[in-house]
């Protein structure tokens, strides 16, 4: 397992290079000048040269990204440009706002789409079976920013029983922040339930297959015994690679819903620092966006020998 892990982390070490060179340098092939959006448009040339090079602008870019990926490497993800605040703690604080909504919504997710698939599964073409996999796949269906709108519209505006706008921290007011997080983790609980539904309903069907359950029944084994017994471990597994794959995904694409609700996490602060041209919050969030990935792997990798016996690590 130590070397497995060892050889785990040494191969996200290109993968991390990689993204970090994309981002520097994609960053810089946007028409704009950092310096001049930081001192305004009445800035004197002269401003703008110390500015340059106050900010290291003025040297080769390959020079340019060494300096920048030390700093990377120490913590020193730089200053916004908008804002001048270090970029570390601000993305870090708006990281926070965004893991927590997505961690209860892929648990939440989770915790109702596999039995519902296990269920689906050992139900198979009966009616509990069709039921589901149309519920799941019109919820991989609807777009989920028109499945957020329709919930502030009907809970927020019609009804009136949840806020519409905004968000409170949970340290601040852990009711409130409760309330206004119901919307934006229902959205992500009803987008995602279809995709894992349908991935636990496969294995599960696979799974039931096998001579191992066979056996079981033929021991005189109720079907709970079979299914939570032997069934559930090696169905599970499959499964919980999507979860991966689903949790990594939606910290990088929650913007959507952070827009469509206002929520100050990370997705809203790389869109509006994308509309501010602000290069190094830019430049952080999506590194720490691939470095989230990267990690999210590497725990469904190390956890998946303990859920599969058939793989080792």
């Known amino acids: ?46 401003q703008l040269e110390a500015m340059r090079t106050a900010m290291g602008l003025d040297r080769p870019l390959p020079l340019q990204y060494l300096f920048w ?23 870090l604080d708006r990281f926070t706002v965004s893991a927590t909504i997505v961690l209860v919504a892929v648990f939440l997710a989770t915790l109702i789409a596999v039995p519902a698939g296990m269920l689906a599964a050992w139900r198979q073409d009966r009616p509990t079976d069709l039921g589901i996999v149309a519920a799941a796949t019109l919820s991989m269906s609807v ?13 927020g505006l019609s009804l009136g029983w949840l806020p519409v706008v905004g968000y409170v921290s949970f340290e601040r ?21 279809g995709a ?6 496969a294995s599960t069907i696979d799974v039931a297959r096998l001579d191992y359950i066979t056996h079981a029944r033929a021991k005189g084994l109720s079907e709970r015994q079979v299914v939570w017994r032997h069934a559930f471990r090696n169905a599970f597994a499959p499964t919980w690679t999507l979860i991966g794959l689903i949790l990594a995904s939606l910290l990088a694409n929650i913007a959507v819903i952070e827009t469509v609700f206002t929520i100050p996490g990370l997705g809203r602060l790389l869109i509006d620092s994308i509309y501010a041209r602000d290069y190094p919050v830019v430049q952080g969030c ?8 990267v990690i999210v792997n590497l725990l469904v990798d190390l956890v998946y020998p303990f859920l599969d016996p058939r793989v080792t690590a």
């Open 69 to 91: 990926i030390g700093g990377v490497l120490q913590g020193d993800l730089g200053r916004s440009i908008a804002t001048g605040q270090a970029v570390l703690p601000l993305m």
């Open 286 to 293: 999506l590194l720490l966006i691939a470095f989230v990935y």
């Open 143 to 155: 777009p989920s920013f028109w499945l957020g709108l329709m919930f502030i519209m009907f809970f």
């Open 1 to 46: 397992m130590v070397r497995f892990l060892l050889y785990r982390l040494l191969t996200a070490i290109p993968t991390l290079t990689v993204v970090s060179l994309m981002v520097f340098f994609l960053m810089r092939n946007i028409p704009g000048d950092p310096a001049a959006l930081m001192l305004g448009d009445m800035a004197q040339p002269g």
């Open 173 to 193: 007011d852990f009711w409130g922040a409760f309330l206004y997080s119901l919307m934006p983790i229902g959205t992500m609980v009803l987008i995602e339930f």
């Open 196 to 201: 894992i539904t349908r991935m636990a309903r």
